[in-house]
């Protein structure tokens, strides 16, 4: 298990590893110092994931033929199928 | 009135059911084919159907009872036009026939129908169909792919849902067409254009349509769309059509959505049901290290309460208390002997003092006094008796004393070494003799022999009294 909270992490990535954490905790067989360090790193994912689901804002693109992704406008209610 | 033939009298029941079994004897009624258009459709809480076919001209009574039509591949509405297949029977009650529907398939796309449903169950005997084949959709997806159109309501109501419940995710659209000719080919092309390259670039996939007949759901019913989702390298969800508008799509898919709306929200959690477990999983964090500290505590508790038993202080203050009672001991097993004996000591003295002895000792003294003049009596006494005596004998003796004798005359003779000579034979000539007198002693010396008596005796000296 990492043992230092890494900024590069993604939401999931970050969520798993605070499930880890949890579950290591709540099985108590972690020694002390080492449980207050996971402690705190838990403390520091879950603020790493609050403020990825504050600032979260859903990007959508779109496969051109190329292949390749270029930005998408979602239609608006009049939009026709 | 009189009846042309007297024929029998039937009860209703009974005529009814003559009509009944008419009607249900009739090959080509028992098994009929029928086209109509639906109406007064009422589909009862019970699970049958019940509606009327009707063309322009007739309406015919129809029931398709909940066990035939629970595999409806699409909803009967009014005024869809259908082919029924069943039998006509007659409902005594009412006095009504009608046609007891075993299936219904809509009209115009018999052959379709005829298609899809081949397809169907040639594909569920492959066992794509399988619900051990259903992948387990990711909890997380980072990216979910579309196949759809790119106008219309399915790819808006998407990413409306997605932005409100899971904005964290990022969706790529593959444009596809959704109907007519070409659609199925765009549909394969966009599945695989999402998945293939070393890496998918999507976590799931949602294959979308919005309701239509079933002309126009026909590209999603395609064998070359089924395999394409069989074989997708991420789950797919498929949500083409309405609730009860299914497609082979529909069959293959990982999961079905009833909705767009409803695809969108089964690829991806709420972020709101995140924030509550984020704030779950940090209650369970705190309380689990809480509950450590807390059992950490209880151990420090335990170890220092056992330390401070096995402190030295405390072994020497162990050894303090057992030295203090031994002193203890000590002191009681030397004190109390001297205390006894001091005690008895006191008595003693007490003792003593009760019995006086000056008092005593005066009384002893004067005791030894009487008896000392007591015995100073007896022995003067008894000493005046002896000095009397010894006066008497004295005299007595005086009387026996030998130097008396001289006194009258006689003589001692003795020899220079005081002995007395009683025998001429003691002495010879020349030996020096003394002879003691009454007032001295002559010195003489013998000059002649001796003489003896006519016996040979030495002439003794007799006193002749």
Redesign the interface.
């Known amino acids: 298990m990492e043992d230092r909270f890494s900024p590069n992490l993604?939401?999931?990535e970050a969520?798993k590893q605070?499930?880890d954490?949890?579950r290591k905790?709540?099985a108590?067989d972690?020694p002390?110092s080492e449980?207050?360090v996971?402690?705190k790193l838990?403390?520091q994912l879950?603020q790493f994931?609050?403020r990825?689901?504050d600032k979260?804002?859903?990007?959508?693109?779109?496969?051109t033929d190329g292949?390749s992704?270029q930005e998408?406008r979602?239609?608006?209610?009049e939009?026709?199928? | 009135m009189i009846s042309p033939s007297p024929s029998t009298v039937f009860t209703v029941t009974q005529l009814t059911g003559l009509i009944r079994r008419r009607l249900e004897a009739d090959p080509q009624l028992s098994r009929c084919q029928v086209t109509g258009e639906l109406s007064n459709f009422k589909h009862h809480s019970s699970g049958h159907m019940y509606f009327t076919l009707k063309d322009d001209t007739a309406r015919l009574r129809s029931i398709m009872f909940s066990s035939k039509n629970k595999n409806l591949t699409f909803s009967p509405k009014d005024g869809m036009r259908v082919v029924c297949s069943g039998s006509i029977g007659v409902f005594d009650r009412d006095g009504q026939y009608q046609l007891y529907v075993e299936d219904m398939q809509p009209d115009g796309v018999g052959a379709l129908y005829a298609a899809f449903v081949e397809l169907r169950d040639r594909l569920d005997k492959e066992g794509l169909f399988a619900s051990d084949k259903k992948r387990v959709l990711p909890?997380?997806p980072?990216t979910i792919g579309v196949v759809t159109?790119?106008?219309?309501?399915?790819?808006?109501d998407i990413?409306?849902t997605?932005?409100r419940r899971?904005?964290?995710?990022?969706?790529?659209?593959?444009?596809a067409l959704?109907q007519g000719p070409g659609a199925a080919k765009t549909i394969v092309d966009?599945i695989s254009?999402?998945t293939t390259g070393t890496q998918p670039k999507v976590d799931v996939i949602i294959v979308g349509r919005?309701g239509g007949s079933l002309e126009e759901l026909w590209p999603f019913n395609e064998e070359l769309v089924a395999r394409a989702v069989a074989s997708c390298a991420v789950p797919v969800i498929s949500a083409v059509g309405h609730d009860t508008d299914f497609t082979i799509c529909d069959f293959v898919a990982d999961v079905r959505a009833a909705t767009p709306t409803a695809a969108a929200e089964l690829a991806a959690p709420n972020?709101e049901d995140?924030?509550v477990?984020?704030n779950g999983?940090?209650g369970?964090?705190?309380s689990?290290?809480q509950?450590?500290?807390v059992?950490?505590r209880h151990r420090m508790d335990m170890a220092n309460s056992s330390m401070a038993r096995a402190h030295p202080i405390v072994g020497i203050d162990r050894l303090r208390e057992r030295l203090d009672y031994h002193e203890g001991q000590l002191r009681e097993r030397v004190q109390q002997p001297l205390r006894k004996a001091n005690r008895r000591l006191d008595d003693a003295r007490l003792a003593l003092l009760r019995i006086r002895p000056h008092e005593q000792l005066m009384r002893q003294l004067a005791v030894v006094e009487s008896r000392s003049n007591r015995l100073r009596e007896i022995a003067s006494a008894l000493l005046a008796v002896r000095r009397t005596r010894l006066s008497e004998l004295a005299a007595t003796l005086e009387a026996l004393n030998p130097m008396a004798v001289l006194g009258r005359g006689y003589s001692i003779v003795t020899k220079r070494d005081g002995t007395v000579v009683t025998s001429v034979s003691h002495v010879q000539r020349g030996d020096v003799i003394g002879i003691q007198l009454q007032d001295g002693t002559i010195p003489a010396k013998v000059s002649g022999e001796k003489q003896e008596d006519d016996y040979g005796r030495p002439i003794q000296s007799k006193l002749d009294i």
């Open positions: 993604t939401f999931e969520l605070l499930e954490i949890v905790l709540e108590g972690l002390l449980s207050i996971q402690y838990s403390m879950v994931c609050r990825a689901l979260a804002e859903l990007e959508v693109r779109e496969l292949g992704e998408f979602v239609p608006r209610n939009g026709v199928e | 909890r997380f980072k159109s790119p106008t219309g309501a399915v790819i808006r990413c409306s997605l932005a899971y904005p964290l995710a990022k969706v790529i659209l593959a444009p959704v966009g254009r999402l919005g972020v995140l924030a477990q984020l999983l940090l369970r964090a705190t689990a290290v509950s450590r500290i059992h950490f």
